[in-house]
Every structure is written in structure tokens, then in C-alpha cells.
């Protein structure tokens, strides 16, 4: 690729990205004074009648009332949603085009791990560390928008007292395994590099992290749609993957 063309395709994508985040911005400005439903009030009866008759109700009476309730539905969920997607993933792509200097797309091959173990181990941290206040939003997303069964309270904040005491002890074991993991590791590493005095160990190690990025990737396309607030979380998680394995490859050839 010439100089010309990677300046061209590196604006491009940059360019791209600022105005995918300036149309969810205008997503989420349009969304907001929105009502939820054409009628409220009937909204908020058929809603009430539901919720306190639907085990009594016959299938198709249930159906009915179900389905007049999605009729009264407007836009403004699925423009709130769209909008906040735009808004979580394309500055995380912009950060990454800024600090890996990808304005000028050849760069891409030298874009490297983070510097030190206890940087990679910090991102890593942080990432879960995220997800926390991810579900709480989204758990507000979910009631706020559930005009089915708004009033019914399935205990979520006793859950959510028990998974934020489940994630500090998961994150402190991952820090503590990922620190003897990259025991030996150098950083920073180039994220293509291979080990070509130990080639099967290259091949293993990129079988086993390649499924763990194919993982991570499909949670990204996943959570598009049914868990936004996540995406920053997953999209630096699919990042510490593949400097994982950079870094195990890197360190390999320091031993």
C-alpha cells in the first residue's frame, strides 16, 4: 500500500467514525423528549391490565392485549438504542486510530501490546471492572423500556450486590493468573509477531486465542443489539486477546 492510499483509507475510517458518533449524538438528542407511546395513558391502562391479569388470561387474549400495547409503540427506543450504540463504539475505534497513529492505515502493521505486563493487566482489569456499571444501565435501559411488565421487580439490585462481589474476586484472579502467565513476557510486542524458532507453539498459542477473539467478537455483534453499554468493555477485552498472545509469543523468543 502506498503512502497516498493508506493517508486516503486512514481519514476515511477516522472521518467515518466522527460522523457515526455525531449521528448518535443527534439520535439520542432526538430520542430523548420523545414519548414512548402515540397514546400514554392507553398504554399505561393496557400495560396495568396485563400485568395483574396475565396469568388468568386465555393465550389469545393475552396475545391481543400484547400485541395492541406494541401498537401504541413509537420510534424512540429504537432510535435511543441505535444512537447510544454509535456513541459507545465509534469513539473507541477514534481512541484507537489516535494512539496507534492509523490515520495512515499502514501503520496497522506496527501496532503493538501495551507496554508493560502490569499495563496489559490494567486493561484487563478495567475492562471487567466496566461491566459492572454496563449492567446497571442496562438494567435501567431494560425497565425503562419493558412495557410489558415494568412493575415487576425480580430482585435485580440483590443480584447486582452479588455479582459486584463476584467481579472483584474474578478480577482479582485474573490479575493475579495473567500476572504468572506473562512472567517472562517482553513488552511492548508487535501484534502480528511469530515465533518462527518454535513454530508449534506459535501455531497452538494462535489457535487458542484466535478462538478466544472469535468469542469475543461474536459477544461484540451480540451486544450491538441486546447489550450496548457493554460493547467498550468487550471491545478492549478482544484487544488484551490478541496482546496476549503477542506477549507469550514475544516472550517466547526472550527465554
Same mark, same amino acid.
Given at each position: 500500500? #502506498?503512502?497516498?492510499?493508506?493517508?486516503?483509507?486512514?481519514?476515511?475510517?477516522?472521518?467515518?467514525?466522527?460522523?457515526? #458518533?455525531?449521528?448518535?449524538? $443527534?439520535?439520542?438528542?432526538?430520542?430523548?423528549?420523545?414519548?414512548?407511546? #402515540?397514546?400514554?395513558?392507553?398504554?399505561?391502562?393496557?400495560?396495568?391490565?396485563?400485568?395483574?391479569? +396475565?396469568?388468568?388470561?386465555?393465550?389469545?387474549?393475552?396475545?391481543?392485549?400484547?400485541?395492541?400495547? +406494541?401498537?401504541?409503540?413509537?420510534?424512540?427506543?429504537?432510535?435511543?438504542?441505535?444512537?447510544?450504540?454509535?456513541?459507545?463504539?465509534?469513539?473507541?475505534?477514534?481512541?484507537?486510530?489516535?494512539?496507534?497513529?492509523?490515520?495512515?492505515?499502514?501503520?496497522?502493521?506496527?501496532?503493538?501490546?501495551?507496554?508493560?505486563?502490569?499495563?496489559?493487566?490494567?486493561?484487563?482489569?478495567?475492562?471487567?471492572?466496566?461491566?459492572?456499571?454496563?449492567?446497571?444501565?442496562?438494567?435501567?435501559?431494560?425497565?425503562?423500556?419493558?412495557?410489558?411488565?415494568?412493575?415487576?421487580?425480580?430482585?435485580?439490585?440483590?443480584?447486582?450486590?452479588?455479582?459486584?462481589?463476584?467481579?472483584?474476586?474474578?478480577?482479582?484472579? $485474573?490479575?493475579?493468573?495473567?500476572?504468572?502467565?506473562?512472567?517472562?513476557?517482553?513488552?511492548?510486542?508487535?501484534?502480528?509477531?511469530?515465533?518462527?524458532?518454535?513454530?508449534?507453539?506459535?501455531?497452538?498459542?494462535?489457535?487458542?486465542?484466535?478462538?478466544?477473539?472469535?468469542?469475543?467478537?461474536?459477544?461484540?455483534?451480540?451486544?450491538?443489539?441486546?447489550?450496548?453499554?457493554?460493547?467498550?468493555?468487550?471491545?478492549?477485552?478482544?484487544?488484551? $486477546?490478541?496482546?496476549?498472545?503477542?506477549?507469550?509469543?514475544?516472550?517466547?523468543?526472550?527465554?
Amino acid at each position: 500500500m #502506498t503512502q497516498k492510499k493508506g493517508l486516503l483509507f486512514g481519514i476515511v475510517l477516522l472521518a467515518l467514525c466522527v460522523v457515526t #458518533t455525531g449521528a448518535g449524538v $443527534v439520535l439520542l438528542v432526538i430520542a430523548y423528549p420523545m414519548p414512548a407511546h #402515540t397514546d400514554e395513558q392507553r398504554a399505561a391502562d393496557l400495560t396495568v391490565s396485563y400485568e395483574q391479569s +396475565v396469568d388468568r388470561m386465555a393465550a389469545e387474549q393475552r396475545e391481543f392485549v400484547k400485541q395492541e400495547i +406494541v401498537s401504541l409503540r413509537t420510534s424512540k427506543w429504537r432510535l435511543y438504542n441505535s444512537g447510544l450504540g454509535m456513541c459507545l463504539v465509534a469513539p473507541c475505534f477514534i481512541l484507537a486510530i489516535l494512539y496507534f497513529r492509523l490515520w495512515d492505515l499502514r501503520n496497522l502493521r506496527t501496532v503493538t501490546t501495551p507496554e508493560t505486563r502490569l499495563g496489559l493487566l490494567g486493561l484487563a482489569s478495567l475492562a471487567w471492572w466496566a461491566l459492572l456499571p454496563a449492567l446497571q444501565l442496562a438494567e435501567f435501559d431494560d425497565y425503562a423500556q419493558d412495557d410489558l411488565t415494568p412493575h415487576i421487580d425480580g430482585g435485580h439490585d440483590v443480584l447486582f450486590f452479588f455479582a459486584k462481589g463476584f467481579f472483584l474476586v474474578w478480577i482479582a484472579m $485474573v490479575a493475579i493468573g495473567g500476572l504468572f502467565i506473562l512472567w517472562k513476557a517482553s513488552l511492548p510486542a508487535n501484534l502480528y509477531c511469530w515465533d518462527g524458532i518454535r513454530p508449534y507453539r506459535s501455531i497452538v498459542l494462535s489457535a487458542v486465542y484466535g478462538l478466544a477473539g472469535g468469542a469475543f467478537a461474536t459477544l461484540i455483534v451480540w451486544s450491538a443489539g441486546n447489550f450496548p453499554w457493554g460493547l467498550p468493555s468487550l471491545i478492549a477485552g478482544l484487544y488484551v $486477546v490478541i496482546s496476549t498472545r503477542a506477549a507469550l509469543l514475544n516472550g517466547s523468543r526472550n527465554l
